[in-house]
């Protein structure tokens, strides 16, 4: 079965340092993975697919087949960045999207 | 464009009423999700509807719950016999077909006394 987990609920960091979500993922097929970002009193919204292969706000995330891995990435963290961010997963027939717990990123002054 | 929209934003029932929850997809999109979103957790799938394929439900909790889609548009779920542990917000998202991006409403704040 699907799944993918997030093993932070909170991750406090400082204005100007790295930040790390990590996110795994447990799929026997190909999977898509996606970052969503829900900031405060907004919808919650795509952040980044690993298909586009892109950077968005200056957050990255390297799909890992080997470690299961869809970690998000940033060197240097903005107070705007603080939200609630989710990993998620969907087969490639798109059916029945997994969504992760959730990992609350603070970003401190 | 209009995105998708839902209705009430806010819903307080008494115990084991029903209540019917609202959403409106963006035009065009073929793929409607519903999710439940608990205080301090993540998001808990419920139901997903692509076209005119038979829906997957194997996300709701319960036989309680249930979910139409009118049309390819316009969805509703309902709640009978409401429980407390019922109280969530829950969110709609449509997307273009299954495994592109996701937009969600502001979803529909359910509590149940």
């Known amino acids: 079965a699907q799944r993918v987990t997030q093993p932070e609920k909170l991750l406090s960091v400082f204005k100007g340092a790295p930040v790390e979500l990590k996110c795994n993922y447990s799929?026997?097929?190909?999977?898509?993975l996606f970052w969503y970002v829900q900031y405060s009193r907004q919808r919650l919204q795509l952040l980044l697919r690993h298909i586009s292969r892109e950077s968005i706000k200056g957050f990255t995330a390297d799909l890992n087949k080997g470690e299961t891995s869809f970690h998000l990435k940033k060197p240097f963290a903005q107070e705007e960045d603080s939200a609630m961010y989710y990993c998620a997963l969907a087969k490639v027939n798109g059916q029945n999207f997994v969504f992760g717990p959730g990992t609350r990123l603070s970003v401190l002054p | 464009g209009a995105g998708v929209s839902q209705s009430p934003s806010n819903k307080v029932t008494e115990k084991g009423k029903d209540v019917e929850l609202r959403c409106d997809p963006i035009s065009g999109h073929t793929a409607l999700y519903w999710y439940r979103q608990s205080l301090g957790q993540g998001l808990e799938f419920l139901i997903y509807?692509?076209?005119?394929?038979?829906?997957?439900k194997s996300g709701l909790p319960s036989d309680r719950f249930s979910a139409e889609r009118t049309g390819g548009s316009v969805s509703t779920l309902t709640i009978q016999r409401t429980q407390q542990e019922d109280s969530a917000v829950y969110l709609c998202?449509?997307?273009?077909?299954?495994?592109?991006?996701?937009?969600f409403g502001p979803g529909t704040r359910l509590t149940v006394l």
């Open positions: 509807f692509q076209g005119n394929s038979a829906p997957d």
């Open positions: 799929y026997s097929g190909s999977p898509e």
């Open positions: 998202a449509s997307s273009l077909q299954g495994a592109y991006e996701q937009f």
